[in-house]
Structures are given as structure tokens and as C-alpha cells.
């Protein structure tokens, strides 16, 4: 990660809380809490993680649940394959708001 | 005083000391078949260090003098000491249960085709490596065609009841982190490593441990190259966890290196850290109850073995 995004930025994650540790806290026990094992193991919750990183394109996210799912025991063929999962359900998303246009043309064509 | 022992001291009164020997581990060389990217021994084809008869008869003569209840056989390949069966059937005769820590491609090396059948005769346990449960993975870190070897040897030591209910031959499988980074929990790895070994290969076992890699060796070279030694340092230190104290294996254990020092663990054996200087460091002068309650050497390297779950 370079340019615009520093990676040892990640590590400062915690300065966030500095104008306001109630609100960051509650994240925090929040976010920790989420991704402890429960109907779901964390294998799959990091897995998800993974996926949200890459459809909200954030590296910081990208990084950090790539290493999670490493730990976890997963290699680069189990990375890819959640990454064309993510990367397809985002791209069904745009593809199905072909029907607005669909719909919006209908309309006001003859 | 080193970073290690300072939390040890924050957790204990004392330093680690051991609690008796009761695993004799014994470097048998150096020598490999392979030469894996996370080696501590840094073993491969080209090493020469091997443990010769005259260490190898001290060693049976520790064993049948000494209360010691396990033989723990470790390399580079121990299979390609050529005094292996020897070391095995006069251990045997000593009655003491045995270990062979195999990366089982040796097994199609040549000469050691009836290993896995010679273990099996000799009520071996096995503690196979098997870094991954996916080709891509394995051959990676061991070196390409290994994982298909890995899982003929698997095959083979299963068709002799290794890792099945009914044949009660102990077959157990080691995890390393394929890079710079902790295993996670043992147990859900070890779910995916059954599920994925049974499903695809029809091959069982009965453990999986992780264990995390020692920065030493050529794991430490790979870290110093890529820039991630300081942080997995950090990393290590930072998941230190004092409920492993207790079950460290180099509390309970000696290690004979391939020359017969003695060292308290095999990674301190790589480092040339030998037993606390108050202790006899050959075999020349192994004495039970002075090794037995002697203090640990310690460095910060052993961070790696108390991280998280820990690794013994």
C-alpha cells in the first residue's frame, strides 16, 4: 500500500477515539464482538470480512482480513475465490439497475 | 536479562525450570530430501551433519538406564540416517515409546521405500509435516510434486492402519503458518484439514497441531527479507500467553544434537544455546538428576512457543 494510503496508518486506527473514546469504544465492543465465533465460525466471518473489503474497496480492510483469513488457514486459491464471489455479487448490483434504465427509457420512448 | 525471561518473572516467581526429562528428542542430522522455506535446521540434500553409532549407542544407553518413557526422533529427514532401524529396534527393545517426525516424501527417496512398513512393525508414532491441506500450498514451501508424494505417504501409512479407528497406530499431522503470521485455533484447522483430507484423498488421521514458526533459521532470513522480522517479533511477543508456561515441551524434554550436545529444545540446538552451564553439555556425561531439575535457556526466540495456544 502506497501513495495516498499508509499501511502503518492501520495501527493509528485507535487515534479515531481520541475526540470521542465513548463512541469509539462502543464501536470497538461492537466490531470485536461481531466477528467472535457464534452460528457462524470465524473462518466464514473473516471470509465475509474479506468480501465487504473488497466491494468497499478499502485497503486498510483489504490488508487486515487477508492476513485474518491466512491465519485462519486459508490460502491465495480460497482469497480468490471470495474476491470473484464479492466482485460479482457488486457487479449484479450495477447490472440490475440496467432495468431502471430499461424502465426509465419505456417510459419516455414512442 | 532477556525480554523472555522478564515476563516469565511477571507471571512466576522463578525461572523455567524442568519439571523431570521425560521425552529424549534426538537430532539424528541435518540431511533432507527437501528444503523448505520455513526450516529452522535450514536441513536440505547438501547438509552433511549426521549422528554417527557411537552418539547413537549412548543415546540406547540413556534410555535403558534412565526412567525416560519416550524417544522423540527428529532431523533434517531422520529416515536418511543410515543407523535409524538400529536406533529404533534397540529403543524398541528398551521399552520406551517411540516418535518419528517424518515430512513423508523421504519415503520415495531411494532405499526408503519400506519405511512406513518398518515403523509400523516397530509401533512408531507419527508426526507427519504437512503444511497445508492444498497442493498450491504445500508445494510452495516444500518444493513442487511434494504434496502429491505427501498424500501417497499418507495413503500408505493409513493402509497400515496409521490414523484409523480400527489400526490404533498414531498418525498426527503438523501445521506451520505459511508465512509471517500466528496459526489460528488448532481445533477449527483441524476440522478443515479432516474434512478436506477425507473428501478429496479418502486419507485420516488422528491430530492436527500447529505450531508457529520460530524466527530463526531460514524462516528468520525470509522475515529480515521481506522486512517482517521486527514485526513478527512483535507480533509474538505481544500474543504471549502464561497459561502455556506450564506445558512448555522443553520442560519435560532434553535434546540430543546430531554430535550428542545437549540443548533443552531443538531451536535452542540451531542457535548453539546448550543446557545451563551448571548441567553436563555432552552425552559423554549425561546425569538424569541433574538435568532433570535444570533451569531453561531462554531467549527471546521462544516467544514463538508461547504465543496465543502456544506450540509445543
New interface residues.
Given amino acids: 500500500m502506497g501513495g495516498y494510503y499508509k499501511e502503518e496508518d492501520l495501527g493509528r486506527f485507535g487515534e479515531i477515539g481520541k475526540y470521542n473514546p465513548d463512541l469509539f469504544k462502543k464501536f470497538m465492543d461492537w466490531y470485536n464482538a461481531s466477528l467472535e465465533p457464534g452460528l457462524l ?3 466464514e466471518k473473516v471470509l465475509i470480512g474479506l468480501a465487504v473489503a473488497h466491494t468497499v474497496q478499502c485497503p486498510y480492510c483489504i490488508d487486515a482480513y487477508t ?1 485474518s483469513c ?4 486459508m ?3 480460497h482469497i480468490t475465490e471470495v474476491v470473484h464471489t464479492a466482485s460479482a455479487v457488486k457487479g449484479g448490483a450495477c447490472l440490475i439497475h440496467g432495468i431502471q434504465a430499461h424502465n426509465t427509457a419505456g417510459k419516455i420512448s414512442l | 536479562m532477556t525480554g523472555f525471561e522478564k515476563k516469565v518473572h511477571e507471571v512466576q516467581s522463578g525461572p523455567l525450570q524442568a519439571c523431570g526429562i521425560k521425552i529424549l528428542q534426538v537430532n539424528l542430522g541435518y540431511q533432507c530430501n527437501l528444503a523448505c522455506r520455513h526450516c529452522h535446521i535450514e536441513a536440505g540434500p547438501s547438509r552433511t551433519e549426521s549422528m554417527g553409532m557411537k552418539v547413537i549407542d549412548q543415546v540406547i544407553d540413556v534410555l535403558e538406564k534412565s526412567p525416560i518413557e519416550i524417544l522423540d526422533i527428529t532431523g533434517g529427514a531422520p529416515e536418511l540416517n543410515p543407523h535409524l532401524r538400529y536406533l529404533v529396534q534397540k529403543a524398541r527393545g528398551a521399552g520406551v515409546h517411540l516418535i518419528a517426525r517424518t515430512n513423508l516424501s523421504v519415503f520415495f527417496e531411494p532405499g526408503m521405500h519400506d519405511i512406513p512398513g518398518f515403523y509400523a512393525e516397530n509401533d512408531v508414532e507419527i508426526i507427519a509435516s504437512l503444511p ?1 491441506y ?1 497442493e ?2 504445500v508445494d510452495r514451501v516444500r518444493g513442487s510434486g511434494t504434496f502429491t508424494k505427501s498424500i501417497e505417504a499418507l495413503r500408505t501409512l493409513n493402509g497400515l492402519g496409521y490414523g484409523t479407528e480400527q489400526g490404533k497406530k498414531q498418525l498426527h499431522l503438523v ?1 506451520n ?3 509471517a ?5 488448532q481445533t ?2 483441524e476440522k ?1 484439514y479432516r474434512k478436506e483430507l477425507l473428501s478429496k484423498f479418502n486419507i485420516v488421521f488422528n491430530r492436527l497441531y500447529t505450531f508457529a514458526n520460530m524466527p530463526i533459521g531460514r524462516f528468520r532470513d525470509f522475515l529480515v527479507r521481506t522486512d517482517n522480522y521486527q514485526a513478527y517479533q512483535e507480533k509474538i511477543k505481544g500474543a504471549f500467553n502464561p497459561g502455556t508456561l506450564n506445558g512448555l515441551m522443553c520442560r519435560y524434554m532434553i535434546s540430543i544434537g546430531w554430535d550428542g550436545t545437549l540443548y533443552d529444545c531443538d531451536f535452542n540446538q540451531v542457535l548453539g544455546l546448550t543446557v545451563d552451564m551448571e548441567c553436563p553439555d555432552h552425552i559423554n556425561d549425561f546425569d538424569y538428576s541433574v538435568l532433570a531439575g535444570r533451569k531453561i535457556v531462554t531467549d527471546d526466540h521462544c516467544f514463538a512457543c508461547t504465543a496465543g495456544q502456544g506450540s509445543t
Wanted: proline letters at 11%.
Fill in positions: 465460525t470465524k473462518r492476513r491466512l491465519e485462519e488457514g490460502n491465495l486459491e | 497445508h492444498m498450491t500450498s501445521y503458518p505459511p508465512g503470521f500466528l496459526p489460528s485455533s477449527e484447522l478443515q
